[in-house]
């Protein structure tokens, strides 16, 4: 399951949201207790001006955490949203599906720390206009092994929406993490997709299956929980 939270109002872009990462960070204990497993987040708790210069989206204002989880049945899963529900103004739970095209190559800090490098987490719906197979084929069949060929990826997961869990959750069908080493990697373009025509091709790409104006995309670190 994935949740998201979010205090920024819809259409800005969340700023340094300590409060929330240290929230998440003493909820861990509790989550692992409510049944969860697994337990990992991303919040968007970069305070750096380098960040201020990255195109960022945050058009339902629910970008500034992104919790992950494995439970054995989700029929339980009002425990971990009672503890989640009060840490931000907004949530909205997702059951998905969890691929990961790129793992890290090596895992070396411990739980609880943050991980290494700065991760791109991005939501969006599918566009009315495509039908499920095309959706799909350009989503995972052309962006995501473009994505494995221009950007220098630590780590990618990408997460199908089997359907939303929480009422009034907006219908996002996709919620991504790509992580890079650094976050000067993440705000030059040229570097995060390998050159200019890299950047290019994943701009084209994305618009054969992205709306852009339903698209959310915001820089955050890393922490697993529990691995």
Not at 143 to 167: D, F, K, Q
Not at 187 to 204: C, I
Request: hydrophobic share 40%; net charge negative.
């Amino acid at each position: 399951m994935i949740y998201l939270l979010g205090d920024t109002e819809p259409g800005a872009i969340p700023k340094a949201c300590t409060r929330l990462r240290d929230a998440l960070l003493e909820a861990g204990p509790r989550l692992v207790d409510a049944g969860a497993r697994r337990t990992s987040f991303t919040v968007a708790d970069l305070d750096d001006p380098l960040a201020e210069g990255v195109t960022q989206l945050n058009a339902h204002g629910l970008l500034d955490a992104k919790v992950a989880l494995w439970v054995d049945s989700i029929d339980g899963r009002k425990d971990i949203e009672a503890i989640l529900e009060p840490l931000a103004a907004r949530s909205a739970g997702y059951l998905v599906t969890e691929s990961i095209p790129r793992d890290y190559a090596q895992r070396d800090w411990k739980d609880g720390e943050r991980s290494p490098g700065v991760a791109l987490v991005t939501s969006f719906p599918k566009p009315d206009r495509l039908d499920d197979d095309f959706f799909f084929e350009r989503w995972h069949g052309s962006h995501t092994p473009l994505s494995l060929e221009i950007h220098p990826l630590l780590h990618y997961v990408r997460n199908t929406v089997a359907r939303v869990l929480t009422p009034g959750a907006p219908p996002f069908r996709a919620i991504v993490n790509e992580s890079v080493a650094t976050l000067e990697i993440a705000a030059d373009p040229v570097q995060f997709n390998g050159s200019a025509e890299g950047a290019r091709r994943a701009g084209e790409d994305l618009m054969q299956f992205v709306d852009f104006k339903t698209l959310s995309t915001v820089l955050m670190s890393e922490y697993i929980l529990q691995s």
